[in-house]
């Protein structure tokens, strides 16, 4: 791929963008079209939560079928392709060689498109597998993983002709979640799993792992990487860093049977992942010291950064969902939030508040120096960021605050099912409330990243920042 | 145990020993020789370490932190 180049020794930062550019900008398109369409079925479930016959005459607008196409729509179509984008990018930058496989990544990003496509026609038909996190149909699964073991292979030829010797944490949480996800996909998609018990332990223990060892080593390698390279500081302890996650990759893989406690399975399953989920502290405190003996000091410089904010505030997340994540394993927590509303919000402060937001926080990053503009407007980034973030704070207090009263009155004998769920309804009120302050977010997202490559005529005549301070310093 | 279970059990087995094997590659292979070197890695010649990127929102405030991103760069030199 690079033999045409004049200096193969060394590529330069902004060579390395550039043959980046249209690989990740369509990776990350594809998946803005997806937090679109998601960010719809969204607000459809919620307000129906609470507005149970509003649309529903049509089978296909059915709470069933809207509601876990929302997940679907956003695991594999956002959170992934973006996900996969922010990935590769991050990748070429730090092994100092560009994309490899251009090409067919394209394609199969295409192909991946399509099979979304496809599989959301399918679950809103009612073809659903009917495994949460699994909706869709096998076919549509196996399609994604063949394209992300296409990304994989970029990934390990990337590593093999890679000009640096030493390797950065991101690069190690990268390839792992390259080598991960499509053994976690391939195992889910096999034709085994048919007695219930067995197809739940399969589900969670796919579920569980798909946030742990696909999305989470991608949101944390963009921490790693954009908290050190925005402030200009070296993470604090690099040690740390690897010991954070080396406890990832021995504990994480363990925890997916948190979600049957009280399940018909083995009591030893769901015992070694209480523990298992219990040692997760160890990496994510470590992570969290790291992350803020780095920020600490430095808060001006976190605000100044669009990128900063998101990701300053999605690793937060992270340790706030991981500890609380540990806590929930417990069986006397379990007990009192298993089938709340508790949990739906544990869910989304992981995939939301975390991941999501991160993702933001890398495209402020990415898109800019991939296509040299500059952002349209600096007041609507920071409308995004103040809608999505406290969006998801409401969220948040919300269910949780309920949820908990809910799990208590679902526990007593005394209290009749129904009011266990009308005592909810003001909060689901809530729920769609900062559901439309996300959307709003959401929707000026969209706007900028398509002002950045649809009308690029149209961006600010100023130099670009970044060179300017370049330049600067170079002086 | 079904075949199912038995599969469970035997990725969660492989995802660990990828794992081990990764880590041993890595321990022979000299990536834990010079640990903090490795936190050097996101910074190079164009984008040195003690430059801040990313600050688009500051045109807007007064140029007053100039000296604090110095006291930063004096911190950082002093723990290396």
Known sequence: MNSGSSKPSQFSVSELDQKARYVVLFLVLSGVFWLLFGTLLALVASLKMHLPDWLGTAGWLTFGRVRPLHLNTMVYGWASLTGAGVALWLLSRLLKVPIMLRGYIIVAGMVWNIALLIGSIQILAGHSRGIEWLEFPVSTMVLIVLCVIIMSASVLMMLVMRKVKQLYVSVWYLIAAFLWFPLLGLVSSLPIFDTPTVQAGMNWWYAHNALGLWFTPVGLAAAYYFIPKVLGRPIYSYGLSLLGFWGLALFYNWNGFHHLIGGPVPTWFVTISISASVMMVIPVVVVAVNHHMTVVGSFRAVINSPTLRFVVFAAMSYTFVSLQGAMQALRSANEVIHFTHFVVAHAHIGMYAFVTMMLFGACYYIIPRITMREWHSKGLIKWHFWLTAIGIFIYTVALQGIGVFQGFAMINPDVPFTDTVTMTIPYLVARSVSGLLMTAGHLIFAWLVFRMTWRPDEQPATPLVWNKIREEFAS | MSTGALILVLSSLLIIGGGLVLFLWAFFNGQFDNIQRGSMLPFDEE??????????????????????????????????
């Open chain 2, 47 to 80: 984008e040195p370490a003690g430059k801040r990127t990313d600050q688009i929102f500051k045109e807007e405030e007064k140029e007053e932190k100039e000296d604090e991103i110095e006291e930063d760069n004096e911190r950082d030199s002093t723990e290396r």
